[in-house]
């Protein structure tokens, strides 16, 4: 009874390893368009270069890092947090310029009054193309 029990067990394993798939062996599979897209290199976009142009030449990286967390959340955290939409970056681009606290505890954001609406909008994009897939 046991053989039975285990030979039935692993025949249900390797047919759901197998279950979803339609291509046979040795046939190449191709991508969509959809997915291609999905999986884009976004670094490379002129809208994350200015971004991360207009970060490394602020005073940002006192307080946050890409994937860290410092004073400030890690700047990953903070796209994971939001959606990536116009109300968002314009928010977002606010806070930069007003500065702020509450959203990531106590310690206040300092304010960046002397930095563009526009400026402030490309390190808000720059921040929200972080997000994970």
């Known amino acids: 009874m046991k053989k039975i029990i285990t030979i039935f067990a692993l025949a249900t394993g390797i047919y759901a390893c197998n279950s979803g798939t339609d291509t046979k ?14 999986k884009a290199d976004v670094t490379s976009t002129p809208e994350f270069m200015k971004g991360l ?16 967390k410092i004073i400030g959340p890690a700047f990953r955290d903070i796209a994971n947090k939001y959606t990536n939409n116009e109300a968002t970056i314009d928010t977002l681009a606010h806070k930069i310029i007003k500065g702020g606290s509450g959203n990531w505890g106590a310690i206040a954001m300092t304010p960046h009054s002397g930095l563009s609406l526009d400026d402030a909008k490309a390190m808000a994009k720059y921040v929200l193309l972080l997000k994970n897939n």
């Open 25 to 38: 062996p040795g046939a190449t599979t191709t991508t969509t368009a959809a997915t291609e897209t999905a």
């Open 53 to 68: 142009d207009l970060v490394k030449g602020s005073d940002c990286a006192t307080c946050h890092k890409i994937d860290e």
